[in-house]
């Protein structure tokens, strides 16, 4: 079977079998192309509690199939590829978060959602990186652990006024190999284009950057922006999107490293065989957990609109 072949068959499947795809902005081409719905960590999040189905395929990584399936416990989910795991997710454990918590009552803990179900179970309040910044300012609490990613950490700590924000010594594998030498030598290529990078980058990066932003963010920033060019710094399937929505602009990746291997592990054959139930990991988590993780997302998007 073909491509063409295979995503006719998808189309057909999702329809009798009322399934929606979610795909991150990570992920391949051809994986976006037959998704449903398409963005950043919170967009999909907060989407699949909404979203009128029976089944969610997600394509992404495990942490994110596993926030879909907390936020809506009566649909089946289900993540294409099974060992497709983000590492940043399992920098920290549950019992270090607790002896934490039991030292330092002073604390609340804010987990990136880039994190295990066990983790958002302790957690106070989740957050993505589009909304980090907004939800910590709102939280009613002075002192902050923010776990596990301390390049995120620091940029919100530095933006958030009046709060002890402490952080684990977690980090993307894949934002913090990037280095400011990298812009230098890009801005000398290509002069006039400005630099958008994620905040999961170092500190040294985002200083030299002349925008920082979540995915959506650097998407809708490249959108109204009046430069002929952008360079990248966030994983390179992005640029999928940029293009597709700027085609008159031109668009450079910041540095070579800049590529997820796990989200891209995920094909449009894994997703044909999760939407015909050929394979695919169906996400099942205790009730308990599911609840108390639930909690910390609410939370979220509580704060986030508020």
Known sequence: MNDMQMIKEIEKIKKEKNIKIFAHNYQNLEVQRVA???????????????????????????????TAKIMCSDKKVVLPVEDAEC??????????????????PEF????????????????????????????????????????????????????????????????????????????????????????????????????????????????????????????????TGVLHTLKAENPKKEYELLSPSLICYNMKKTTLRDVYNAVTGKGGLVIELDKELAENAKRSLDEMVRLACN
């Open 36 to 66: 449903d719905y398409l963005g950043d960590s919170f967009y999909l999040s907060k989407l699949a509690g909404e979203v009128d189905c029976d089944e969610i395929i997600f394509c992404g990584v495990r942490f994110m199939a596993e």
């Open 108 to 235: 609340k803990v804010v987990s990136y959602v880039n994190t295990t179900t066990e983790l958002k179970a302790v957690s106070d309040v989740c957050v993505t990186s589009s909304i980090a910044e907004i939800v910590i300012n709102n939280m009613d609490a002075q002192n902050i652990l923010f776990i596990p990613d301390m390049n995120l950490a620091d940029y919100v700590s530095k933006r958030v006024k009046g709060k002890n924000i402490i952080s684990w010594n977690g980090y993307c594998p894949v934002h913090d190999k990037v280095r400011k030498d990298e812009i230098f030598a890009m801005r000398k290529e290509y002069s006039g284009y400005e630099v958008l990078v994620h905040p999961e980058c170092r500190r040294e990066v985002l200083q030299e950057a002349d925008f920082v932003g979540s995915t959506s963010a650097i998407i809708n920033y490249a959108k109204n922006s009046a430069a002929p060019g952008f360079i990248i710094g966030t994983e």
């Open 87 to 104: 590492p940043m997710a399992h920098m920290v454990k549950p019992q270090e978060v607790l002896a934490f918590k039991k030292e330092h």
